[in-house]
Nanobody, 117 residues
Framework: QVQLVESGGGLVQPGGSLLLSCAPS????????MRWYRQAPGKERELVAH???????TYADSVKGRFTISRDNAKSTVYLRMNSLKFEDTAVYYC???????????WGKGTPVTVSS
């Protein structure tokens, strides 16, 4: 069973930056959409950023201008560059990928991001 593995989370001060990465533990063929979600304590999981197979990106209003999603198709990897981090960005960040083949959908176990002074 292929799983997604996130990395790059940690503790950062307000105004700081982090780069999250997400790669599969095995092969996923014909990847379509790649997304980053986050879930803060006591809140529902929310979509943060989305990138299509054609490279079109969309962002939650709360992160526009600060976060950048990108992908490396050769490595089946999706990234989230997070700049100008705020206290309210504290959450567990999850990546999600779907494939053109059989509508398969994959999730990672999450990487925690804590913004604190």
């Amino acid at each position: 069973q292929v799983q997604l593995v996130e990395s790059g989370g940690g503790l950062v001060q307000p105004g700081g930056s982090l780069l999250l990465s997400c790669a599969p533990s095995g092969s996923i063929f014909s990847i379509n959409n790649m997304r980053w979600y986050r879930q803060a304590p006591g809140k529902e999981r929310e979509l943060v950023a989305h990138i299509t197979s054609g490279g079109t990106t969309t962002y939650a209003d709360s992160v526009k201008g600060r976060f950048t999603i990108s992908r490396d198709n050769a490595k089946s990897t999706v990234y989230l560059r997070m700049n100008s981090l705020k206290f309210e960005d504290t959450a567990v960040y999850y990546c999600n990928v779907d494939s053109h083949i059989g509508g398969m959908n994959y999730w990672g176990k999450g990487t925690p991001v804590t913004v604190s002074s």
